[in-house]
């Protein structure tokens, strides 16, 4: 950027660390105020707050203690606010430090999605993994997987030789009728089990339906019907035949114990980085395999796998796959190996779409002016602004409370939509309006547009 005086060669727009947005800023602002409508001054550690943002009187501290010019750049000892001409007002920022990360609309929302495109997710899966409708495996611990794939293994051989052991003892020991009766037992619990599971299953995919008394009657009626055709089965069997049926139903037991061990594996061994889960899946994959795998919903799960992505790896992996691939696949590989290059070339880094530090513009940027007869006209932005604050507070106060998973996850999707309202109202579902019904106005819309910064004020 060359620059002498005033004027600009040139200027370059890039994403903001959150380093950055806290080395822009004077202060953290804490509570959603703006003014106190008794004394018309600002409140302390609010979206107007002096000791943040300076002075509204040109050198002169919020408590009087420090006038005049002679003591510029004294912070005074009782209020903190720093004795400075009343302009800085237009050019202090603040920040809000939020108590979980969110996207920022332009990259998630954008078309193309830039987070989607990084991410290799449709704009639809994106979307449910940032408002908490879906979980997204953020990370899996392949030496827990292989340890826990081997205990299988070695659980599966323990079963197989207990069987054997077991059919071996009941031949030689004469006690084949006893044997085959319990063995017909456990086949039976098995199998019911494993309907009642499958029942379970179906039923929860169909919208929940209320089961009569006479439906349950006639369950449990047949269950008890194929109970005494068992026994029945068992107590006709004698001799060589008891045996013969012996040893098939140890098979079968043998069969049911691979194909459970199997089944497993197949769950452990299919589970990636970047797969999404349903609420009723995650349930059941961490209580089988809690250890090996890692998954949450929102904006911090999305960021997690940006710091774990390595560009230069995925640039390597793209251009391989634009050289092998063709038709979707390929155009596919290119426009992600663009943006993956844009960033690259930049020094900009992929998490930083995702937003833990919100800044807050200069007071002055977004006033409050009184009218005669002693009412307000304010800036759209206090109202989104407020609105982040009061959630952002909200969840804080939820977390450290330790609240249930399902309030605090409502409570950051409703952060996440707050922030969305402020940088762009109305880009994802209905528009936020003030009290008159009109639609407030985001920083998207202070700069789009013929009224907007760049057309209006920054060009000839």
């Known amino acids: ?89 237009r050019e202090r920022m603040g920040h809000v430090k939020l108590a979980a990360p969110v996207a920022h609309i332009w990259f998630s929302k954008g078309t193309p999605s830039r987070l989607g495109l990084l991410l290799e997710l449709s704009p639809r899966n994106l979307e449910r993994i940032l408002y908490f409708a879906q979980y997204v495996v953020t990370s899996v611990d392949a030496d827990a997987r292989q340890s826990a794939i081997e205990q299988l293994g070695a659980y599966r051989d323990a079963e197989m030789n207990r069987y054997d052991e077991e059919l071996k003892e009941a031949i030689a020991g004469d006690s084949v009728e006893a044997t085959l009766a319990v063995t017909m037992q456990a086949i039976f619990n098995a199998r019911t089990e494993a309907e009642r599971l499958a029942t379970e299953a179906a039923e929860a995919e169909k919208p929940k339906k209320k089961i009569t008394k006479a439906q349950l009657a006639k369950m449990e009626k047949e269950v008890e019907d194929r109970t005494r055709a068992e026994q029945a089965e068992i107590a006709g069997i004698k001799g060589e035949d008891a045996v013969a049926r012996l040893t098939e139903l140890t098979e079968e037991l043998k069969a049911g114990v691979e194909s459970d061990v199997q089944d497993k594996i197949d769950d452990l061994e299919a589970i990636r980085v970047m797969d999404l889960l349903t609420e009723a899946r995650f349930r059941e994959l961490r209580d089988k395999f809690g250890e090996v795998f890692k998954a949450s919903m929102g904006a911090e799960s999305v960021l997690e796998i940006l710091q774990n992505t390595d560009l230069d790896d995925l640039r390597t992996d793209l251009q391989d796959q634009v050289r092998n691939t063709s038709g979707q696949r390929r155009k596919k590989a290119i426009k992600r190996l663009r943006v993956v290059e844009a960033f690259r070339k930049s020094g900009n880094k992929a998490e930083w779409m995702i937003l833990t530090v919100l800044p807050i513009l200069p007071p002055e940027l977004h006033p409050m002016v009184q009218l005669d007869g002693g009412r307000f006209a304010t800036s759209d932005l206090n109202d989104l602004y407020r609105r982040v604050i009061n959630r952002n507070n909200r969840l804080k106060h939820l977390i450290e409370l330790q609240a249930p998973d399902i309030i ?38 202070l700069l789009r547009g013929k009224q907007g910064r760049f057309r209006q004020n920054l060009l000839g």
């Not at 959603?32 to 000791?51: A, H, M, Q, S, V």
């Open 1 to 89: 950027m060359g620059q002498s005086g005033a004027d600009f060669n040139a200027i370059r727009i890039s994403l903001a660390s959150p380093e950055q947005i806290r080395a822009w800023s004077y202060g953290e602002v804490t509570k959603p105020e703006t003014i106190n409508y008794r004394t018309l001054r600002p409140e302390k550690d609010g979206l107007f707050c002096e000791r943040i943002f300076g002075p509204t009187k040109d050198w002169e501290c919020y408590c009087g203690k420090y006038k005049k010019i002679r003591y510029k750049g004294v912070i005074c000892d009782r209020c903190g606010v720093e004795v400075a001409r009343s302009k800085v007002r």
């Open 408 to 445: 605090i996850r409502n409570e950051k999707r409703m952060l996440q939509e707050a922030v969305d309202a402020l940088i762009d109202n109305g880009r994802r579902g209905r528009a936020i309006q003030g009290s008159h019904n009109h639609k407030l106005k985001s920083l998207t819309d």
